[in-house]
Each structure stands twice: as structure tokens, then as C-alpha cells.
């Protein structure tokens, strides 16, 4: 028997690119283009359908590419409940990694290539790795922020590959190793929307103390309507019901990281109640109600992490 013929033969990595989507099927038809046209990467496309009505299913199906795959989950799960249908239909169907990203994000040509280069830099030893996200103009995307951690330095040999080490990130183009989503379990599915992926990427890389890492060279653009964070103090009247699920959300998370992080929560609703008596132009009572009831009602919000079986 000759060396090669011993010598092992390295299977390509199997990438699923996960893409949740609601109503919004011009900008998912721009995305799945972006996905389509990668350069120097391969993946497969699922397309979670969080039951839209307006005619996405229909166009999506008539696609003639074997890469892509449709699967309407029947009614609407919300972003968390569409991130768990996928990712676990990812690693049940053995991908080896899996690329997430909401409907709205458009990657450049590069950007599945540069987070495959940063995994095989890190030899797939990794919890999660984040694209730089930017909004429409070119500039940072202020919803989508990641958080460095600050003892980044542990792994400061990274940083002239462009790596640098995060505990935080939103599910806007994030590449997670199958053997990760094992360990850690899943996107809690009750949250429905708002925190779960920092729920998910917290749990990661503070809970399992998986290093996890930004990677500079891979860039997508979140194609939001506006480029504004979060704040109930300022957001439109409108909006304020969605942050029923930001308040309540957040208690379940920072509560599950001990004395530190539930007087972190504590300090961080203390000063939004302030910046709504500052800044907010209107129904200051409707939003503090929304503030301390739900940060309050989270505190009996605890529901389970569901795993995948081995």
C-alpha cells in the first residue's frame, strides 16, 4: 500500500446557510442572490418561512437550484422560534457548520469565505464567529454591535488575522461549528423576538466559556429600514409593545449569570427608566409601565433550553 493511499483524506466542510424570513420577499430574494454568488465558499440555502402571506413560498419554490431548500413552519414562531426550526434542521440533516442570518442581510462575495478562512485559522476550536455588520451606507450598523470581551487579549495572537474575541453578537450573519449547537443546545424558541440571540451567543461564549470571535475581513449589510438602536424612551409609539419581550427576555438572561449579571440588569432598567423621564416626548407612563412590569413579570419567565439528540 503506497503513503498516499494511507494517508487520510479530509472530507470538504458542509455548510448550511440558515435564513429566516416573515412577509419580506423582495429583500429574501436579494439575500438568496448574495448567498447564490459566494465566492470561493459553497453552501446550501434553507429558508425557514415563518408562514408569510405574502406570495413568498410560492416564488421561492419556483427557484431552480438544488442548493436551496423551503420549509414553512406553519405560523408564525417569530425570530427565535425560526432560528431554533432552522439551526436544528441544520444539524439534524449533519452539516458541519451553520451560517445564519435574518432576510434582510445581504453578504458581500466574500463573506462566507473570509469565516471559513478565520475556522480553519482557528482549527474549528471556536464557539461562534461574527461578520462586521453595516447599515446601507457603509457605516457601522448600530443594532447589530457586537460586545468585546474584555479580557480580548487571551487570544491577542488572533488579532493579525483580524479575529478578536467578542462574548455577544446578533443573528445577522454568524457561523456556528455543529459540535457547538450540540453542546450549547438551542435559540430558546419562547423568547419569539428580541434577546434571543444574545441569549444564544451569551450562553456560548460567557456560560460554556466558548471563545468566540469577530472576524474583520467578513462584512454583510443589514438592509434596516433606519440605522437606530434600541430605546423605549425614544422609539415611536408603535414600537413600545414590542419591548413587552425586550424587558421580560432580558431578565430570564442576565439572571442566569449570577449576583453580576442580575445587578447588571437591575442598573440598565434603572437607567432606561431615567432616559424616559429625560428624553421620551410622550406616554412616559406607558413606558415605564412597560419598563418595570416586564422586567418584573421576567422574573417568573424561565423556560427551557431544548438540545438536539446526539
Sequence with gaps: MS??????????????AVVVTYNRRELLLQCIKKIRTQQNAECDILIVDNASSDGTGKIIQSITDNRLQYRNTGSNLGGAGGFQYGIR??????????????????????????????????????????????????????????????????????????LIQIEQASFVSLLFPAKT??????????????????????????RKGLSSYLVGRSQ????????????????????????KYAYRNESNIYRHEGLKGFCYYVARCARDLLRIWKDAKDHRFLRS????????????????????DK
Excluded at 434571543?196 to 451569551?202: A, N, Q, V
Excluded at 409601565?289 to 423556560?303: A, D, Q, T
Aim: charged residues 30%; proline residues 3%.
Design 181 to 206: 449547537i450540540r453542546k450549547a443546545g438551542l435559540p430558546i424558541k419562547e423568547y419569539f423576538i428580541w434577546g434571543d440571540d444574545i441569549e444564544y451567543t451569551r450562553r456560548i461564549a460567557v
Design 89 to 162: 434542521w441544520a444539524v439534524e440533516a449533519r452539516y458541519d457548520r451553520v451560517w445564519i442570518m435574518d432576510d434582510d442581510t445581504l453578504p458581500e462575495s466574500d463573506t462566507l469565505a473570509e469565516l471559513l478562512e478565520a475556522d480553519a485559522r482557528l482549527e474549528g476550536n471556536y464557539g461562534f464567529l461574527s461578520s462586521v455588520v453595516l447599515w446601507t451606507d457603509g457605516h457601522e450598523c448600530k443594532m447589530n454591535r457586537q460586545k468585546i470581551k474584555k479580557s480580548f487579549y487571551e487570544h491577542i495572537e488572533f488579532l493579525r488575522d483580524g
Design 220 to 243: 454583510v449589510i443589514h438592509a434596516m429600514k433606519q440605522n437606530s438602536g434600541s430605546n423605549l424612551a425614544t422609539d415611536s409609539v408603535e414600537r413600545i409593545e414590542r419591548y
Design 289 to 308: 409601565w412597560v419598563l418595570i412590569s416586564c422586567s418584573i413579570g421576567g422574573l417568573s419567565f424561565n423556560p427551557p433550553v431544548e438540545h438536539i
Design 3 to 16: 503513503f498516499d493511499s494511507e494517508r487520510k483524506v479530509e472530507q470538504p466542510i458542509q455548510v448550511a
